[in-house]
């Protein structure tokens, strides 16, 4: 039997299983330290956890959980932007099965 991974929501602070979660990582030679959405959940480096609502999101946002969470300075202007253009293949990716940081289908 495989036990689920559990993160933290930075965004409501729910403890949940990582399948429930979307993964935030720091964009590759950004030169302000850019957040990024991983829609494959497998770039390398840190990574910090939402869920897949403009909720918890904007709350991230607001609380600067991002530069908590990356422990440094973050450009965290176009998250929410980036969060609504990918929202529908998010709620497609949270539905049909996401991928473990390994890449193989959980």
């Given at each position: 039997?495989?036990?689920?991974?559990?993160?933290?929501?930075?965004?409501?602070?729910?403890?949940?299983?990582?399948n429930e979660l979307i993964r935030w990582v720091l964009k590759?030679?950004?030169?302000?330290?850019?957040?990024?959405?991983?829609?494959?959940?497998?770039?390398?480096?840190r990574g910090t956890w939402t869920?897949?609502?403009?909720?918890?999101?904007?709350?991230?946002?607001?609380?600067?959980?991002?530069?908590?969470?990356?422990?440094?300075?973050?450009?965290?202007?176009?998250?929410?932007?980036?969060?609504?253009?990918?929202?529908?293949?998010?709620?497609?990716?949270?539905?049909?099965?996401?991928?473990?940081?390994?890449?193989?289908?959980?």
């Open positions: 039997m495989k036990l689920h991974q559990q993160r933290t929501c930075i965004g409501c602070r729910t403890v949940t299983s990582k590759e030679g950004a030169p302000l330290r850019a957040v990024s959405l991983d829609q494959q959940g497998s770039a390398s480096g869920h897949g609502t403009q909720k918890c999101v904007q709350q991230a946002v607001q609380r600067r959980a991002f530069a908590r969470a990356f422990r440094s300075a973050v450009d965290d202007s176009q998250v929410l932007q980036e969060f609504t253009a990918d929202e529908d293949q998010l709620a497609g990716n949270q539905l049909s099965g996401k991928h473990d940081e390994s890449g193989s289908e959980i």
